[in-house]
Each structure stands twice: as C-alpha cells, then as structure tokens.
C-alpha cells in the first residue's frame, strides 16, 4: 500500500511513520512519499524517519520529492497536511485578533476564517489534481481548519475526502479511564463540527455512564476538560465539550489570558520548531522528541491558566493520537476491517439542523466502502444555534475562496460569534489582507 503525505517537512509526520513502523499486520503501509515545497524542512524529517527505520525489518520506503504529480502517482491514500503560510501566517492571523481584542487561535474564531481564507485557495486547487491525477486514492485531510477544509475538498472528491482530528479520542480517552473503564469497550455519543462538539453520552453494554461521570465530582475534575469547564458548568449543561469550546464559555477570561500570555501559540512555535530544524549533529529523532514535548506540554497553556488550572497530565503528552486513527481509518478502507470512528464527513442529513451536504464530527461506521456518519441524535438548544451559526461562517469563507468575494469574508468574521462587532470585523479583514499576502484574492463585492 502506498501513502503520499502532502505537507511531508511538517512537524508530526515522524508521528504517522513511527504508527505505520509499529503496523505488522498484512497489507500495511510498503511506500511513504514526502511532498514538500520546503527542502530544508522535508530533509529534516527524513533525517528523523531514517533514524527512526534503523534496524526495523521491512520498514516501509521514504521518498522525497518536491513535484506534486510525481507525489500522487500511484497513491492509495494521500494526507494532506499543508499549512499555507507556514507558522509565519500563523503568527499573523493570532496577533491580529488579539490586538482587536478576540480570540486568535488558529482554528477558532477570527483567526481560524483568516487561516481558512489564506488554505482554502489552495486546498481546491489540490482537490481538482488529485481527483486528476490519483482519482482512485482516498484523502485523508489533517489541514485545519479540518473541517471547512474537508467541506470544500469535497465538491472535488466526494465522500474521498475524510477529515480527522485527534481531539473526540482523547476526550473519550480520558472520560473513560475516569470512568475506570476501557476506553476500546465505550461506545462515545458525540456530535458537532471539528472543534466544536459535545460528548453527550459514554455507552458501555448498553448502559449510559454519562449520569455516573456528572455525579462524581472527584472524577468529573480528574481529567483536562473537567478543569477547564469546571464541574458546576459541565452539570449545567449536561454534557462534556470538546476542549476548543472553552473559547466560546469562557471567551472573556481566555482572551485576556491570552494577551497577558506576550507571545502568541504561534510564535511560540516559531522558535519551537526553529530549533529543531536547524538542529545539526547528535540524534535527529531526539531532538524531534524534546520539541515534540515541549510542544505538547504548552498545548492550550493560556486556556489552562485562564481556567486557574495547572500543567497537564503526563499522559496527555503522549502520542497515539491522530496518527492512531488514520491508521485505523486507512486500514478498514484498505483491508476491509471494520471499524467505528468519530470522522469529519458529509452528514447526509444525519445531524439536525444541519443539511445532507454539511461536514459534521460525528462516530462513522468505516469500512471498504468509505466512512459513513451514524444516526445520531439532533443538536439542540444553544449547541444547535452555535453549530448552525459556526457552519453559515464556514460556507461564507468557502464562498469567499471560491468566488474571490470580499463581502463574504466580511460577513464570516462579522457574524462569527467569537466576533463581537461589525466595526471590528472590518478592522480584522482589512488587517489580515495588509499581512497576509495570500488574502490578494480578494475583490469588491460579488
């Protein structure tokens, strides 16, 4: 089986390799190629990947190149995991925000429609080769934000597209072991977009543990989520959200900890990464693994702080996340082995209020045929409306991509509810398209 990951310098693809290195199972993974624009950067994770291959049998072949087609030729299963802009752009779309006084992180809110609206371009662009070059391949889609990007790819590739993110697993990984109970036997009642879903039920032999976890305070605030929202407002609700939707109940406190923090995730990351791409002599994959570390270990520090919470948990630093699943989604569709996982997908009317054609975070039921998203029960209430109201931004940011319109761009960051005001909304655009060179796009009205 051959895999062609595009973003192929980024920083957590020695991730993926070291999952498919630990795959001994029949019809695995034979042939990685590396695509990059970055030379320097995609020579630094070769260095990290051969050093990883050393001594393993039958490891799986790393090519390296700089050409698209030749990337996709042949391939079974394509990631994509580009980042437009680099860490640079980033920066940009983070300090920006800030300075207007909304959250900028670079999935959510302002800075989340920027880093859209500077990937989405390019993101269709890429969706119309491969179904030209690779039509047979199924893409798997890390770039964020993952869902918007997944939606757009989609009018190019169909249901071969399929978003993932690592966050609903380790939400239900850390549920269940503060549940005391193997988080491989729960079945996870969980809905919404990337970045904005509710875990609303935790089913094992048919039994909800949900009313159990609410009731024990010591479990409930056992876990990262439960010390972010608080026991009182998880209660409240009656459920436990998605670790990004402390943007939205604690919008106040996260964004005044955010302009206490001085440096933005994103130029934390610069000199993060820095280092490690320069790092010259000694162990690659060591000096992969401390930056890996570090980077974890400040991953939604400001969100932390705001929620008066301390340093996670060690087992929260470990890997096993997003690799994991799209290695177990690569393997149903490839192997026929049948799986559940909560994917980014089409909803085909599976989720109220949302449309057929609306990309949703929901468990799928995977298989050679694809995944396809499970019934679930519909949103309701203020989970509804923010949902619906997040998923209208999404379409005017595609809007915007597609058709060059300034307006819709306009009206995906004034109506995001994140963004408290039109005048605002209008200093944020204008802003990002003075920084960012890749907003050019961009004209009148239409």
Known sequence: MRLTILGGGGFRVPLVYRALLNDR?????????????????IAAIGRVLAELADG???????????DLDEALKGAD??????????????AVDERVAIEEGVIGQETVGAGGIAYGLRTL?????????????APEAWVINFTNPAGMVTEAMSRHLGERVIGICDSPVG??????????VDPAAVRMDYAGLNHLGWLRGVHVDGRDLMPRLLADEQALTSFEEGKL?????????????????HYYYFNREAVAASRAAGLTRGAL????????????????????EDARLERESTYMAENRQAAGVGERESCDLESGGYEQ??????RAIALDERTTLILNVRGRGTLAPLDDDAVVEVPCSVDAGGARPLAVGPLTGHAAGLVTTVKAVERSVIEAATGGSRAAALRALATHPLVDSVAVAGRLLERYEAELPQLGYLRGKA
Not at 231 to 244: H, K
Not at 271 to 288: D, K, L, T
């Open 25 to 41: 199972g029949s019809g695995r993974v034979t042939h990685v190629t590396l695509h990059d624009l970055d030379e320097s950067r």
């Open 56 to 66: 393993v049998a039958d490891a799986p072949e790393v090519t390296i190149t700089t």
């Open 77 to 90: 299963f394509v990631f994509s995991a580009i980042r437009v802009g680099g860490l640079q752009g980033r």
């Open 121 to 133: 371009p390019f993101a269709l662009e890429l969706a119309k080769r491969i179904a030209a070059v």
């Open 171 to 180: 939400l239900g990984r850390r549920v269940a072991m503060a549940l005391g």
């Open 229 to 245: 929202f608080g026991a009182d407002w998880l209660r409240t609700i009656g459920c436990v959200p998605n670790e990004y939707l």
């Open 269 to 288: 990351l610069i000199e993060q990464q820095r280092r490690f791409y320069g790092h010259e002599g000694g162990s690659a994959v060591a000096a992969w």
């Open 325 to 330: 699943v799209a290695l177990a989604l690569m």
